[in-house]
């Protein structure tokens, strides 16, 4: 595994000019990339979770390296890359920015792994392709733990808090590492809880650019998902795109009782059900989830 350190000296902060599909054009952000050495391989986009960042995939990553070229990055907002104080943080503006990313790399084709905010995106993503409008081929997509259908959405207390007008700035300015700390443990199950070292090594990631001042504004994405449900849901019960599910079914917020609706709306999918694994399937179980990201290649 990659300590945050090399994660972040692995890659670069690069300029990309998003293409905005529902607005104005978007300014130049410097988004924190990393991307494999290997050329002669079919690439895999990973799109990662809140609160944390693309480091949230360190655990697989050289594994997925030896099948697939890897780019991971972070959203705007968070890890490493521009966090504008201003901006409202919406799922269609980063789906612009994963956009942006495959031109800058000339990716054609690519397969997904998408994470709990990232799941988000991937929905936006096949949204566009199911209505003809994709930048890329996208081969397959591996949907770890997230907030697929709006109405099972689950948050902790403090990201039902962190949406209040009031309250979520307040919030946002008071987090320290115990607040974080307290909060990133609910959502792990009692079987694979995160050793301290790796809370703090998380915490590092989120305070990194003052990120950690922001979750008021990064928690739009719960609205996002109210808003857009119809649009994203449809998407994944219509496309043609192969889908896998890899779930841990102990977590509080997006876990046994999700699945429960995979298997009855989408059920020539693969769902892989791990009874002990909580919210952070790739943290918590890597050696059992890098072998289903595999899979991937012959779905």
Not at 111 to 124: K, L, M, N, P, T
Not at 203 to 228: C, K, P
Request: aromatic fraction near 10%.
């Amino acid at each position: 595994m990659f300590l945050y350190d090399e994660w972040l000296s692995s890659g670069e902060r690069v300029a990309l000019e998003p293409r905005s599909r529902r607005a104005a054009p978007l300014p130049t952000f410097h988004i924190f990339c990393r991307v494999s050495a290997r050329t002669a391989a079919p690439w895999l986009t990973l799109l990662h979770g809140f609160p944390s960042s693309s480091w949230d995939y360190a655990k697989v990553l050289l594994g997925l390296e030896a099948e697939f070229r890897v780019v991971a990055f972070d959203f705007l907002g968070f890890g490493n890359s521009d966090k504008p104080r201003s901006s409202r943080y919406m799922i269609h503006q980063q789906a612009d920015l994963t956009e942006a990313v495959w031109r800058h790399f000339s990716v054609r084709r690519t397969a997904i792994v998408a994470h709990d905010y990232g799941v988000s995106v991937a929905q936006e993503l096949l949204a566009r392709r199911e209505q003809g409008a994709e930048a890329v081929e996208v081969s397959g997509i591996t949907f770890l733990n997230g907030g697929l259908y709006a109405d099972l959405h689950r948050p902790l207390a403090v990201q039902r808090l962190l949406r209040k007008p009031l309250v979520g700035p307040l919030i946002s300015a008071l987090a320290n590492e115990w607040m974080f700390r307290r909060n990133f443990r609910k959502v792990f199950s009692h079987r694979h809880l995160p050793s301290p070292a790796e809370i703090g090594q998380h915490w590092r990631v989120i305070t990194r650019r003052g990120g950690h001042r922001l979750a008021h504004r990064l928690i739009h994405y719960m609205a996002d998902r109210e808003q857009f449900c119809r649009r994203w849901e449809g998407a994944i019960e219509s496309t043609r795109v192969p889908l896998q599910f890899v779930w841990g079914m102990a977590d509080p917020v997006s876990g046994a009782h999700v699945a429960d609706r995979i298997r009855a709306r989408l059920p020539r999918a693969r769902l892989v059900e791990l009874t002990d694994v909580g919210h952070y399937p790739q943290l918590e179980a890597p050696e059992r989830v890098l072998p289903e990201i595999l899979r991937m290649m012959h779905l």
